[in-house]
């Protein structure tokens, strides 16, 4: 009997080591890979700051056209979409100018390019001409 009391009293034991296990297994432990001295604390971050507005923005490089910006905005959406018509239709008279340029460069571009051919075919007929001279 003396040896079941003392095999029933180990069970306990190795039951109550069991349990303590996993009680520690179950425990939450905070851990931290990089301890960082207060020495070693990066600088804190900057604020962000918005440059204020000036009013005028230049469209396109070596612009010389002005788009104007609507100012400060109330709260009233009628007058916020008529300004954003406003600057719609600024940009869309922006481009057609600058389509409509570069239509008439192109046209300016081919109109001397067939200058120059033609040019080119006179100089070669008097060459030709200059070349059955001398050879009489």
Known sequence: MEEEEEEEEEEEEEEEEEMDIK????????????????GELPPP????????FLGTVYVGSGSSCKVFAPGPIGNNV????????????????????EYST???????????????????????EHYKLKQSVSTL
């Open 102 to 124: 570069l239509k008439r460069l192109g046209e300016m571009d081919r109109y001397l390019s067939g200058l120059s051919t033609e040019r080119r075919s006179e100089v070669r």
């Open 78 to 97: 009628d007058m916020l979409q008529r300004k954003v018509k406003g600057l719609a239709q600024q940009m869309f008279d922006r481009a057609n100018t």
């Open 23 to 38: 009680d520690e297994m179950d425990d939450p432990e905070i851990i931290y890979p990089y301890k960082i001295e207060e």
């Open 45 to 52: 971050p900057t604020s962000y700051s918005v440059p204020p």
